[in-house]
């Protein structure tokens, strides 16, 4: 083919973004499903260009997977656009699974939230701890010390949310994607000028443009994980003004019995105000390693 956009079959349209179309297409030499974000340029500030051009930079990086892979790129210079070829997530967002489970009325089982922290870890871990992380062997590190984090290689995500999270082969796989506002650790501090939307699983210190590290994200995966525990973000207010207030002052509602007490303060320690005091990726894979292998001695 003599252009990328000719190797695949447009199919429907999956869902609009904030800049454009996501759109399903196929491979015609392997029949493969794959999503592509369509996006329109020329609606964007120089700044939000950048941020384009860093995401693709990440993606290109990042290969876990627990993170939604990223193929190729076309820039279509006649339509001012981008195409951004990606995996399809068959299962849709965690968004859509909460919405569907508040409908019915439903609980999300307490495996599947467990589900969703051990794979989301993972792929955090795989960001954390820098581009060569793969070649960190998670837990045959005996002597416990955290892997060191090489300022220019780490990646943090800032912006998990249900809607980052995607679902493959009926729940079993769970992937983070949309790194639209990730950023390497050296560059700096621009978030709070570009973020459009509600803040609700933004961590205080992001949320008050203070220096931020990884635990910025954990924060707003213990934000996740409560909502699936109880359908509802921990921190809601009328004004983003009030929203602020509650968030740094970090106090949430008790999360439903019927999820055990392990998971019920493992929530409580990611919503930790302090970053220095939260737990970091690794610590947390440490004492979810620690779970599985007693469940497994049981
Ligand atoms: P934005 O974050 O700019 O609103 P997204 O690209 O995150 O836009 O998503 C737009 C819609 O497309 C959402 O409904 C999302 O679930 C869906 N979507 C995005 N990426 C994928 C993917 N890789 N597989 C399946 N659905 C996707
Ligand atoms: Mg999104």
Avoid at 31 to 39: A, D, F, N, P, Q
């Amino acid at each position: 083919y003599t252009n990328i956009s000719e190797e695949y079959e447009p199919l429907e349209v999956i869902g609009k973004g904030s800049f454009g179309t996501v759109r399903k297409v196929r491979s015609k030499t392997t029949g493969k499903l794959l999503v592509r974000k369509e996006i329109e340029y020329t609606s964007m500030n120089p700044q939000e260009r950048n941020q384009l051009i860093s995401e693709l930079r990440i993606l290109r990086e990042l290969d876990h997977p627990q993170i939604v892979k990223y193929y190729r790129h076309d820039h279509i210079i006649e339509n001012k656009s981008i195409h951004i070829y990606m995996e399809y997530c068959d299962g849709g967002d965690l968004a859509q699974i909460i919405n569907n489970f508040k409908k019915n009325k439903e609980q999300v089982p307490e495996e599947f939230v467990w589900q969703v922290l051990v794979q989301i870890l993972l792929a955090l871990h795989r960001c954390h701890y820098g581009i060569d992380a793969k070649k960190v062997n998670l837990f045959s590190n005996s002597s416990g010390i955290e892997p060191s984090i090489n300022s220019e290689t780490v990646v943090i995500h800032r912006d998990i949310k249900p809607d980052n999270i995607f679902i493959l082969n009926s729940g079993k796989s769970i992937k983070l994607g949309d790194f639209g506002l990730a950023k390497m650790l050296t560059s700096q501090n621009d978030f709070a000028k570009t973020y459009v939307g509600t803040p609700y699983y933004m961590s205080p210190e992001v949320l008050m443009d203070n220096p931020y590290s990884p635990v910025c994200d954990i924060w707003s995966l213990g934000c996740v994980l409560f909502e699936l525990c109880t359908l509802q973000p921990p921190f809601q207010a009328k004004t983003h003004l009030q929203l602020q207030t509650k968030i740094k002052r970090g106090i949430i509602p008790e999360v439903p019995e019927i999820y055990s007490s392990q998971l019920r303060s493992i929530i409580k320690e990611c919503i930790t105000v302090e970053p220095e005091a939260r737990p970091s990726c690794f610590e947390l894979l440490e004492t979810l390693s620690i779970k599985f292998l007693r469940k497994e001695m049981e």
